[in-house]
């Protein structure tokens, strides 16, 4: 199987090409249209700033090659958040895979953000999630959030109960860090790999 990991100006993208070899995946880390576009499955993981990920996805001609795609794509914390229609954070056009604005965690409701640390997910409604039981915990470190809608297969609460994961057609995407989430988070690339 040939796993893409999609290049672009975001952090924590060789976190999980480790983690895919943990498991005994090869992946490609690429910016690459074609390799891309071939190949079995896509990974759009990420940290960093929504606008200028962007800016680089527009450069390389990424942001109209990802909404494109046929093949499994699964989001990862940024990536899930450029993958709906906007961000609050700099007021940022995304890719409108998922037709949400991403909102800013409000600072005023006693707790730190951004939030960063364990929390659990719930209402789990997608093969994504076999072998998983409500109440499991991943990792998130994130400072904006994915509200809920009809395209939400995990809810975590934080402030305010929102999306840990969205699904729409062949998309996914999770707003929590499966490579930092031990066992669980090794469970649900499986999932995704045989999706």
């Given at each position: ?8 100006n ?25 390799v ?6 896509v ?16 450069d ?16 990862i ?5 450029l993958m709906?229609?906007?961000?609050e ?12 604005t ?6 005023d ?70 490579e ?5 988070g ?9 999706s």
């Amino acid at each position: 199987m040939k796993v893409a990991i999609i290049k672009y100006n975001a952090g924590n993208i060789r976190s999980v090409l480790f983690a895919l070899e943990r498991i005994g995946v090869d992946a490609v880390v690429t910016d690459d249209p074609e390799v891309i576009r071939t190949a079995d499955r896509v990974i759009f993981p990420g940290v960093g700033e929504a606008a200028s990920a962007m800016r680089y996805l527009r450069d390389k001609g990424l942001d109209t090659l990802i909404p494109s795609l046929k093949q499994p794509v699964l989001g990862i914390c940024l990536g899930m958040q450029l993958m709906c229609a906007a961000s609050e954070e700099n007021s940022t056009g995304c890719l409108g895979i998922f037709p949400m604005t991403v909102k800013k965690f409000p600072e005023d409701k006693g707790l730190k953000v951004p939030q960063i640390g364990w929390n659990t997910l719930t209402g789990l409604q997608s093969q994504l999630f076999a072998q998983l039981n409500d109440n499991t915990y991943v990792y998130f470190v994130h400072g904006y959030y994915v509200p809920h809608s009809e395209y939400t297969i995990a809810t975590t609460v934080y402030t305010h109960a929102y999306s840990a994961a969205v699904r729409k057609d062949n998309f996914m995407a999770v707003q929590f860090h499966p490579e930092k989430s031990g066992d669980a988070g090794e469970q649900i690339l499986r999932n995704f790999l045989l999706s």
